[in-house]
């Protein structure tokens, strides 16, 4: 069976390195939607654990109940997402998990006395409530006396030159006093407040016109606690941050081919040698993407990795009892003309994980 070798220091390390950049460890929250980018939410819920970090972003509520013993506030990025009654039910008895509200409609429905964060729209214009909608939204909170921990926006920004990163910066900032002044004038709690994931992070840090009590409590991590960035090149950061995971299979079978035979469906790969190949358990079915004539990808021992891949399995020049498919799938990503998340979350949540 395949498996995912999840390397510990690795992650340590780019804790240490996050650390390092904010400068202050309550500045680090990690996001585990979607199964922590595919490495495994409750693996990675725990090495974060013993990194004592606060506060943790996850995409429904069967996330949220997975790991509610393991953070002091756990936020549902989208608590629609596979909506079950009995599921909404608990996350509301349960004191540590908040519901994140991206719509008034939304707001409207929540029983009174729910914890939540009001997304606002900083002019990603993907999802959130508008300033002008802003009035409205907090004569709802107070009416059904919902709490408001936070207030947050997505600035979609972070990885692109342009003046578009500070524009929606500039865009949160008045929203935040709008914040300070509806609650001063009902005499609610400031929220916290937070905008920024990997890349913006990295940005942030090296801008200087940072505000003092309005300033983001903290930085979204995602990709970077699980190795990657997705700037662009021209920022050249220098983060040290190291892939966590790595993407192993198990020989299945071994044949030998003759110079000239081919190999799969449509007989895509031809051999041009005397070879031997292997069969490895792995396969688009899996979730691996569907490796196609054309590509040229390699093992991380250096072994060819033939097209087509089938639903179950791919073809290897090895004999190997076991190959590593990937320590950094970053060559992967650039083969299918996509980013990292993409190869890493579409893995099978049932590969098992195995802490190294």
Request: charged fraction near 20%; glycine fraction near 6%.
């Amino acid at each position: 069976m395949p498996y995912l070798k999840i390397n510990q220091n690795n992650f340590f390390n780019n804790y240490q390195v996050l650390k390092n950049l904010t400068k202050d460890e309550n500045k680090i929250a990690i996001v585990l939607k979607d199964n922590a980018y595919g490495h495994g939410i409750l693996e990675i819920a725990k090495l974060a654990h013993q990194k004592s970090i606060k506060n943790a972003f996850v995409k429904n509520m069967q996330e949220a109940l997975c790991i509610q013993h393991l953070f002091e506030n756990i936020s549902i990025l989208y608590p629609q997402s596979c909506f079950l009654q009995n599921h909404f039910e608990q996350c509301l008895k349960t004191p540590n998990i908040l519901f994140c509200v991206a719509s008034l409609e939304f707001l409207k429905t929540l029983p009174n006395g729910t914890q939540i964060e009001l997304k606002v729209n900083s002019g990603m214009n993907r999802n959130g409530i508008s300033k002008e909608e802003l009035k409205e939204a907090f004569n709802i909170i107070t009416q059904k006396n919902l709490k408001l921990i936070g207030v947050f926006t997505h600035n979609g920004y972070g990885d692109d030159l342009g003046a578009e990163f500070f524009s929606q910066n500039q865009n949160f900032s008045q929203i935040k006093k709008e914040v300070l002044s509806f609650t001063k004038s009902l005499n609610l709690p400031l929220p916290r407040f937070h905008s920024l994931s990997s890349s913006g992070a990295f940005r942030d840090n090296t801008t200087q016109d940072k505000q003092d009590f309005l300033e983001d409590s903290f930085y979204r991590f995602g990709i970077a606690f699980y190795g990657y960035l997705c700037a662009d090149s021209v920022f050249n950061f220098q983060h040290n941050l190291k892939p966590i995971a790595s993407l192993w299979a198990q020989k299945i079978s071994t044949c030998k081919l003759l110079k000239g035979q081919t190999i799969g469906y449509s007989g895509t790969s031809k051999a041009l040698e005397d070879m031997q190949i292997s069969t490895y358990d792995i396969g688009y079915g899996d979730g691996l993407f569907r490796i196609k004539e054309g590509m040229e990808l390699f093992t991380k021992e250096g072994y060819r990795i033939f097209a087509r891949a089938s639903m179950d399995c791919i073809s290897i020049q090895s004999t190997q009892e076991e190959v590593c498919i990937f320590e950094d799938v970053s060559e992967f990503a650039k083969a299918f003309n996509t980013i990292p998340y993409e190869i890493l979350v579409h893995l099978h949540s049932y590969i098992p994980k195995k802490i190294i």
